[in-house]
């Protein structure tokens, strides 16, 4: 299976579809449970260009629909695979409520900032959402550390371009198209890029439970991922799937960053070697070199990161 689109609800579709244990990586954006009459209210655009038919789960329910289609996700993720929701604030609870009712274990709680918030005069502006991160207990879980930026990468400000990327405040703006037809709620490619290197790799297979506007299935696809997603409406469905099936696999793809290999990360170490560190930055400090140029030397010399040659030193006194 290379590509799996079905006019359905999740939970039947993937009863229907997915075997135990076969996808490698949810990602996916459910009904927010605002009511989708109202959903115009959060965003500044012209609504003549939003595909109609956006199919909205009432409140009362929401904490039945969320338990019900989180135990499906438990179901077919295989050991190891992952799970990332992307929610608002309105049905939090209900999400983490259905989460913590299975086995899947939380990794992150990301924070997902954004541009164009909801603007009010008598409370503060929503501008975020929520990023929750879990997988599946019981396997090797994909995460490419380097993916997107090699761990002696510097970022304009100085620091490490790895470190800020990887912290879990992400501030990425929305896709701005006007006058372009577009779904209710559609999630920009630059987040699903970054979820997308990190958590999976080339040939896996990754699934969309609210397929809606088919974001998610355009960058698996433009990344040469297997995809499979379920939309129950069919306005949405017989709008979107056409393109995504026109979508080249591979597309999206980019020359990834050269790894940087520290050699002796995660090593004890010796009596010896610890003896010849200490000698090494004493007689650096004496002949008057920065403690920045020291540790970036004793980095090299040890084949260590930086932070570890810092830590040891602090231990050596």
Request: hydrophobic share 35%.
């Amino acid at each position: 299976m290379d590509a799996l689109f079905v006019n359905a609800d999740c939970v039947q579709g993937a009863l229907e579809h997915l075997a135990d244990a076969s996808v490698d990586l949810i990602v996916t954006d459910p009904p927010y449970g605002i009511q989708g009459d109202r959903l115009h209210r959060h965003y500044n655009r012209d609504e003549r260009f939003v595909i109609d038919g956006y199919v909205e789960v009432e409140q009362h329910a929401y904490a039945a629909f969320s338990r019900a289609w989180i135990a499906q996700a438990e179901r077919v993720l295989r050991p190891g695979g992952q799970l990332y929701v992307i929610s608002g604030y309105t049905n939090l609870y209900d999400i983490l409520d259905a989460l913590r009712g299975t086995k899947l274990r939380e990794i992150n709680h990301v924070i997902w900032k954004y541009n164009f918030g909801v603007y009010t005069s008598r409370k503060y502006v929503s501008s975020h959402y929520h990023i929750l991160y879990y997988a599946k207990p019981g396997g090797r879980r994909t995460f490419n550390l380097q993916a997107r930026f090699p761990l002696d990468e510097s970022n304009p400000e100085g620091g490490s371009a790895n470190y800020r990327d990887r912290e879990d405040v992400w501030i990425i703006n929305r896709e701005y198209k006007p006058r372009r037809t577009k779904n209710k709620n559609e999630l920009p490619k630059a987040l699903l890029q970054k979820i997308l290197a990190y958590s999976s790799n080339e040939g896996d297979l990754v699934c969309d439970f609210f397929l809606g506007g088919g974001s998610t299935a355009a960058v698996a696809i433009g990344m040469n991922r297997r995809f499979a997603g379920f939309e129950i409406s069919a306005r949405t469905f017989a709008i979107r799937v056409p393109h995504l099936r026109k979508i080249v696999p591979g597309s999206l793809l980019e020359t990834p960053p050269h790894p940087h290999v520290v050699r002796n990360r995660g090593k004890l170490w010796t009596p010896a070697e610890s003896e010849r560190l200490h000698m090494r930055f004493r007689d650096m400090h004496a002949a008057g070199a920065t403690r920045s140029s020291i540790i970036a030397q004793l980095s090299s010399e040890f084949a260590r990161g930086r932070w570890a040659i810092r830590k040891r030193l602090q231990q050596l006194g």
